[in-house]
C-alpha cells in the first residue's frame, strides 16, 4: 500500500494589516487587552471586493502545485475544507476547479472548522493509500472578516479571527521513512453551541429546546431562514463561550498529539516541529508547557495573522517550512481543536 506525502505547499495572506490599535476605532478594547488573552498583534483582511475565500484558495493552491512539480491539469481530486464559503452553496470546492481551469475532478468540501485542514488532509490520505488518486489538492481557505461583528458588543469574537489560505498537493509515496504515518479524528457534540454560528439556519429552534439556548428569543428566531429579528439581536455572527472552550481545548490538544505519537511507537522526544491550529497563543502555550516540549519543538505564527480557522495549520506549515523549520526526515505533528467541538491530529515524516 502507498502512503501519502506532501510533495507541495502554498500560502497566501492579503495584503490589508490590521493591528489592534485599528480595532480601537471601532470598538473598546487595546492593544494590551488583547495581547494578553489571545497574544494577537495583528491580523490580514481579504479586500471587501474581488477576494473571496475561493480566490485566496487559489492563490495558495497554485502555490502548492508549483512547487509539486506539476499543473492544475494534474490535479485528479480536490479536498476544500472552510467555514466561510463564497455562497451558502455550492462549495468552494467547484468554485476552485473553474477558477483554474482544471478536468472536470471531484470536489469535496470539508465543514470542520478549525479542525477542517486535518480532517481534509486524512481525507485525501486515504483515496492515495487506496491507489484512487495520484494528486490531490488539500485547501484550507477563510474570510473570516465578512461576518463578524465589528463592535464591543462583538470583540470577545472579532480580534481573534483573520483572513487567508493554505494548500498542499498530496502524492504517492513508496519510501519507507516519508509521508503521512497516521490521522486521528475525534467529535463530540455535546456542547455544539458553545462555539457556533446559529443563523442563518434551519434549525427551527430545536435546539433551543434541546439545549435551553437563553440567547434565542424562540418566538421569533426560529421561524424562518433569515429574518429582521436575527439581525436586531445580532444572531447572525459567531457566538463563543471563550472560557469553556478553552478549558477543553487544553484537555484535548495534548490527548490526540500523544494518540498520534504513541499510535507509531514514538514519544514527543522524538517530535521535530508540533504545528497546532493556530486558536489562541494561550492555548498553544499551555499545550507546550503540558507536553514539556521546547521552544523550537513548537511552531507558532497567530501573533501576525490571528486565528485563520481551517487555514491556519497549511498557512503555519508553509510558513515553517520556507523558513527551514521543517527538513527532510523531520517528524511533524499538526493537531487542531475546534468547534462541534471536533479535534484531530495528523502525524508526517517530512
Known amino acids: 500500500m502507498f502512503k501519502s506525502k506532501i510533495a507541495g505547499i502554498g500560502k497566501y495572506v492579503p495584503k490589508n494589516v490590521f493591528t489592534n490599535n485599528d480595532l480601537m476605532k471601532y470598538m473598546d478594547t487595546t492593544d494590551e487587552w488583547i495581547q494578553e ?54 462549495g468552494c470546492g467547484v468554485l476552485l476547479q473553474r477558477a483554474m481551469q482544471m478536468k472536470d475532478v471531484g470536489a469535496l468540501d470539508v465543514r470542520n472548522q478549525c479542525s477542517g485542514f486535518v480532517y481534509a488532509l486524512s481525507v485525501a490520505d486515504q483515496f492515495i493509500k487506496s491507489g484512487m488518486y495520484k494528486n490531490i489538492l488539500v485547501v484550507g481557505a477563510e474570510k473570516h472578516s465578512f461576518g463578524l461583528d465589528f463592535s464591543t458588543r462583538g470583540r470577545n469574537v472579532s480580534v481573534i479571527f483573520g483572513d487567508g489560505a493554505g494548500a498542499a ?24 453551541e458553545i462555539l457556533a454560528m446559529y443563523n442563518p439556519g434551519t434549525h427551527a429552534n430545536h435546539w433551543v429546546k434541546e439545549n435551553k439556548l437563553a440567547d434565542f428569543d424562540e418566538a421569533e428566531m426560529g421561524e424562518m431562514f433569515f429574518s429582521h429579528a436575527m439581525l436586531d439581536k445580532a444572531q447572525v455572527f459567531p457566538f463563543m463561550d471563550g472560557q469553556s472552550v478553552f478549558k477543553v481545548a487544553v484537555e484535548k490538544f495534548p490527548q490526540v498529539i500523544k494518540e498520534s505519537l504513541e499510535a507509531n511507537q514514538l514519544t514527543t522526544a522524538d517530535l521535530s ?8 497563543l494561550r492555548i498553544a502555550q499551555f499545550v507546550q508547557k503540558k507536553l514539556q516540549l521546547r521552544e523550537d519543538q513548537v511552531f507558532n505564527n497567530i501573533q501576525k495573522y490571528g486565528n485563520t480557522t481551517a ?30 467541538f471536533t479535534w484531530a491530529s495528523a502525524l508526517l515524516r517530512w
Open 37 to 90: 488573552r489571545t497574544g494577537i498583534k495583528e491580523r490580514r483582511y481579504g479586500d471587501r471586493t474581488g477576494e473571496t475565500t475561493t480566490t485566496m484558495g487559489v492563490a495558495a493552491a497554485k502555490i502548492a502545485i508549483e512547487r509539486a512539480g506539476i499543473t492544475p491539469q494534474d490535479i485528479d481530486f480536490i479536498v476544500f475544507a472552510t467555514l466561510s464559503p463564497d455562497y451558502y452553496f455550492p
Open 273 to 280: 516541529l508540533l504545528i497546532p491550529h493556530q486558536a489562541n
Open 169 to 192: 498537493v498530496l502524492q504517492p509515496t513508496e519510501k519507507e521513512n516519508q509521508g503521512i504515518l497516521s490521522t486521528h479524528l475525534h467529535s463530540d457534540g455535546t456542547h455544539a
Open 311 to 340: 487555514a491556519s495549520i497549511p498557512i503555519a506549515l508553509c510558513e515553517a517550512w520556507e523558513e527551514g523549520k521543517v527538513k527532510e526526515g523531520d517528524l511533524v505533528c499538526l493537531a487542531a481543536f475546534g468547534s462541534g
